[in-house]
């Protein structure tokens, strides 16, 4: 399993959270989603087999917030 943090830009509530945390683990191969409003920083786990970065980061763009 391969762990990567992403910097997301304008979460602002729990919707918000509830928002990117779903889109991520809509993924095969995504295990493990932490998402920390206060830092904008989602923690993912994810088998890189299955998904790379570039998906995770679309995933989260498509919900309409911004991957630093």
Do not use: F, P, W
């Amino acid at each position: 399993m391969k762990n990567i943090t992403l910097e997301v830009k304008g979460m602002t509530c729990g919707h918000c959270k509830s928002a990117v945390n779903g889109a991520l683990e809509e993924l095969a191969g995504v295990e493990r989603v932490e998402v920390n409003l206060e830092t904008g920083k989602v923690e993912v786990g994810y088998d890189e087999s299955k998904v790379d970065e570039n998906k995770l980061k679309e995933a989260v763009e498509e919900q309409g917030y911004d991957v630093a």
